[in-house]
């Protein structure tokens, strides 16, 4: 079986060109789509051709080995860069010919989420957290110190036991909390994380799923997901998508990538060792 997800991203790869013309404007329940997007640096071509659909409210997970192109394909979707040919629409609005200064715009859009937490270390949890609205809003030190504390509670964080820590102080759990207090700060309607997992030992990754899909429920937002970490993506994918040498080889749900008709993608799933049977979804 296949989902409407699939069908959709499927019947885009078909069609397979970049002439937009020829394309329905996205509806509003697509949030992202890539329409073949290409992307090189000098000679190198990392993004051959991307076509992709992220459906809003739902998580799509990127899959893919090392050097595949996952990051740069999340710094395009994110307005961090241009691709080189191809369509990015985000929220409806096609980002890849805009000016400089209405990108800024759609970076709000995004809350990023990296790997660690990527937290300064060198400043205190509230100046963490209040990093987005110092950046990007001219409100008073004690609005912004009152929503930092506010965002801080919604994570189940007490904010006067850590508004004055610094991330060394913070449990590996708590600094993520703290970096998704930050990443939520703007309230995003789109979650990215980078390789969330990456480096954590399996306990505390399935803890990072259950956040992730945490955030999802409560807060309504879009999650998207890179990661080579297939357990997780058994967890918390609607959608996965498998990149290959900057291609899209299989996208569907899990099951169907590894039920699915590209070998490529079931041996992918197979090599990781993970036990997919035996994996709940979050
Ligand atoms: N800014 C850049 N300049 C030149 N090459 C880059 C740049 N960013 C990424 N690359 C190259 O693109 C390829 C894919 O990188 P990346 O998107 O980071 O892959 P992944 O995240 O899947 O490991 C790599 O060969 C990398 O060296
Ligand atoms: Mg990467």
Redesign the pocket.
Known sequence: MRGPRAEETLRLMASGSGDGSRHPAPSAQEIIVLRDVKKS??E?Q??KGIDLVARRGETTVVI????????????LIVAL?RPTSGQIFIDGEEISQLPERELNRIRRKFGMVYQYAALLDSCTVLENVAFPLVEHTKLSKKEIRERVEQKLSILDLDPKVVCDKFPSELSGGMRKRVGLARALMLEPPILVY??PTSGLDPLTSRLVDDLIEEMRQRFGVTSLV?S?DIASCFRIAHQAIL?IE?RVEACGTPDELMDGPSDVAREFIKNSGVDTSRLGRV
């Open positions: 640096f000098g190198q990392v993004l893919g080995g090392s050097g595949a192109g996952k990051t740069t394909l999340l710094r860069e980078d390789e890179i080579h990149l900057g």
